[in-house]
């Protein structure tokens, strides 16, 4: 599982290394990332309270460990309807103090790891956000060795601080 500690020993490791660290999930069945320095934690979803009269991706609220946290359900607020293959196991991501005033969880299929990339993993001009309406910085290519071949998997790079800036006066 990947706690606060692991992320602070993270971080620490590769500090100003110029390497991008991110935390791999899953929504629906697509490959999605943010920066581990936007996070402070992952943490088991856990019953959420629902608020009234609140947008629908925002799920409710939850007390961890005394704070009441704010939580937004990422793929109802991107849109994606499909449902996620196989066996997955929804996580919270917790957001660092940094991304918002409020303390704020996002909800995702399955969180898979996190990854350090070099510069030359990541294009940051081709699908990056042109437009203001899509919070992509980039594609992140994830070499895969399979039995019989190398692979590139490709992992959207989410700019999780202009996501939670556009939705901050709902929050």
Do not use: C
């Not at 898979?112 to 294009?123: H, K, P, R």
């Amino acid at each position: 599982m990947i706690t606060q500690k692991s992320i602070q020993a993270a971080r620490t490791a590769t500090k100003g290394s110029g390497n991008l660290q991110v935390v791999e999930f899953i929504l629906g069945n697509e490959l999605f990332a943010i920066d581990l320095f936007d996070t402070r934690e992952v943490i088991n979803t856990t019953e959420i309270t629902p608020l009234p009269n609140t947008p629908s991706f925002i799920k409710g609220i939850i007390d961890l460990r005394g704070i009441i946290t704010t939580i937004i359900d990422l793929k109802e607020m991107m849109h994606i309807t499909r449902e996620a293959d196989g066996k997955k196991r929804a996580r919270i991501i917790v957001l660092d103090a940094g991304v918002s005033e409020k303390m704020i969880g996002v909800l995702v299929d399955d969180v898979l790891a996190v990854s350090t990339y070099t510069q030359e993993d990541i294009d940051r001009d081709t699908h990056a956000s042109k437009r203001s309406d899509r919070d992509i910085l980039g594609i992140i290519r994830k070499k895969v060795r399979t039995a019989d071949h190398d692979k590139n998997e490709l992992i959207i790079w989410l700019d999780i601080r202009t996501m939670i800036d556009k939705v901050k006066q709902d929050l």
